[in-house]
């Protein structure tokens, strides 16, 4: 089965500063899709970004920025010039290709301090 | 369009009673996905739904959930009897077609306290 794992239970960064969130994952699987969600305290999940397996390059969306190494498994998030607004828990996510099922990490709060 | 819409966005019942979430998926999405998130178990899927059909129901935990989709604009997530370690938020959500790569849009949740 696949698993998700987010080592950083809590992150802090100065507002301004650029943070990176740290997700490793396991599969078997060569065709997969990988996505990181916010979830501020209105509990909304919101996406931030995502990344084809099969992509080499790595996705960006403004200030969000991922790096994924596939070899490694591994998918990490960074946030630039991190704002007040960013402050919420931090998801990643993994989709086998051709299946629907989300399989989460257990989410990385990050706080921003002024 | 206005999301995903659940209701209630609160829920307190005592142990034993009847509980049912609602929810409603964006217009012209093909599938609607329940979620249950814990701080124990982080968020799961519990069931989900291609053009109101349930696909996959192998994270629904035992017999007292239930779920239906009876048309395309409504779901259901039902939990009879209710027990406290039913406590959680559970989240609705829907995405529009087949594709992997496709946004699953969560709607706001539903926070059910079991008392």
């Known amino acids: 089965a696949q698993t998700v794992t987010q080592s950083q239970p809590e992150m802090s960064v100065q507002e301004a500063e650029t943070v990176t969130l740290s997700c490793t994952y396991d599969t078997s699987e060569s065709d997969y899709y990988l996505f990181w969600y916010k979830q501020p305290p209105s509990r909304q999940m919101i996406l931030v970004i995502r990344?084809?397996?099969?992509?080499?390059q790595n996705a960006t969306e403004n200030r969000f920025s991922v790096n994924f190494q596939k070899a490694a498994k591994s998918f990490s998030l960074k946030i630039s010039d991190s704002q007040l607004g960013d402050a919420a828990m931090y998801f990643c996510a993994y989709r086998r290709g051709g299946a629907q099922k989300l399989v989460f990490g257990q989410g990385t709060r990050l706080t921003i301090n002024p | 369009d206005a999301g995903v819409i659940q209701s209630p966005r609160h829920e307190v019942t005592e142990m034993g009673q009847e509980v049912t979430l609602r929810c409603k998926p964006i217009?012209?999405?093909?599938?609607l996905f329940w979620y249950r998130q814990t701080m124990m178990r982080g968020l799961e899927l519990l069931i989900y739904?291609?053009?109101?059909?349930?696909?996959?129901d192998s994270g629904m935990p035992e017999d007292r959930f239930s779920a239906k989709m009876p048309n395309a604009s409504f779901s259901t997530l039902k939990i009879q009897p209710s027990e406290p370690r039913d406590s959680a938020v559970y989240f609705c959500?829907?995405?529009?077609?087949?594709?992997?790569?496709?946004?699953?849009?969560f709607g706001p949740g539903t926070r059910l306290t079991v008392l």
């Open positions: 990344q084809e397996a099969y992509k080499q």
């Open positions: 959500a829907s995405s529009p077609d087949y594709y992997s790569y496709n946004e699953q849009f």
């Open positions: 217009s012209g999405h093909d599938y």
């Open positions: 739904f291609n053009n109101n059909v349930p696909i996959d």
